[in-house]
């Protein structure tokens, strides 16, 4: 049975909301201070507490803010008649589970709203707890997993890091390729010396070569200044080459001589310049189709292939999401100072099925924004993205929310679907998200090449790049 503790200085409201809620199978107590709430709750022991804001003695928040210290695990609703925008923030930043204003118009609405914060009691009651199964070193490079394919990942990193092997780290976008290449990095003879990491993918064609080998004063317009490029500032360390099946043949020539006899030349310059750098290079694409194709230098290929660490999708080692789960979790509450959050039943197992087509950023994502909506101490499946609950009304996987492959082509039905979704989500503008996620599909379509993105959305790369700014997308393309 649940317990619901009602606290409120008028007796006539006391008095409505008992009938209201009167239950066999709800356990009603009523309190007319929060000094007197705060002395039955160690005894009650309420799964939920259902309190005015405007009290005599204690109001409302400040008898949320001790109810928060002495038991975070405690729900809590506000009440009141003098709703202000102020005091809605600041019960939710003190960590209420919902703000509801009197008089209650709509009983439906408030019982709704009231079973819905005692399911959420009963959920946190069965937490799912796991201890870390990760080393310190582990958590520090942020590479987490002890499935079989990740075991052998770790195997290749052990081995290659102690050479100077260039080495080609493929897999999907989001499985952490940056993440073994710095491993690679921190175990090496070379960790004391500089590791750059350069995204050609994001970098403009005409841009890339400067940025790797630098250029000479006025080798074209607008360089009024002789630049150094990564590979010279590297020099004795290790530059992470990401994405580089993107490059263009001239830059890919250069980066064969490079990795053939350790010089380059800088544009617009005629001086051999030597450098000693170990390569390591990553890709999303499938470069031997790429040399097929003639899309990519096969002596570069294999130049770059002398040892290969291929990283598997999220969806093929579904026993380490347990652990992601608790890795994130952990460093959320690094960065905020605060306990981490626990997870209730039902959530890993809804995390543990789903096919994670965006692998591990997509999964930091989804825990990052549960931690964020989580209205207490535990996360539960209310927290997590609609695609993952399957509660999104129909949502293809991996596709913008509320759209279906077959309206598509019809813009009426499409126009109306949105905007059904926009009425199921209040609180997201849906345009601005439709938007971001239409760049994120066609950039992920086109393996990240901004060229052919900007031409599947209709638009100019330049326009692209403003989106790409404008929603923060590059940072998590730059995650890998």
Known sequence: MSKLLLIDDEEDVRYSLQRIFHSPDLELTAASSGEEGLKLIPRLKPDLVLMDVRMGGLNGLETLRRIREANPKLLVILMTAYGTTQTAIEAMKLGAYDYLLKPFDDVAKLKEIVAG???????????????????????????????GPMQQVFKLIGQVAVTDATTLITGESGTGKELVARAIYHHSHRSRQPFLAVNCAAIPEPLLESELFGHERGAFTGATLQRIGKFEQCNQGTIFLDEIGDMTPATQTKILRVLQSGTFERVGGNQPIQVDVRVIAATNKPLEQAVAAKQFREDLFYRLNVVRIHLPPLRERRDDVPLLVNYFLEKIAREQQRAPKSIAAGVLKALEKYHWPGNVRELENAIRRAHVLAKSDAILLVDLPPEITGQSGGVAPASTPGLSGETAGDTTALARQLFHWARRNPKLKVIPAVERELVIQALKETNNNQVHAAKLLGITRATLRKRIEKFGIQRELNVK
């Not at 005692?118 to 002890?146: C, F, H, N, T």
Request: aromatic share 6%; hydrophobic share 40%; charged share 30%.
């Open 117 to 147: 914060a005692l399911k959420a009691a009963r959920d946190m009651r069965q937490v799912v707890s796991y201890e870390p199964l990760l080393e310190s070193e582990d958590y520090e490079l942020g590479i987490v997993g002890r499935s």
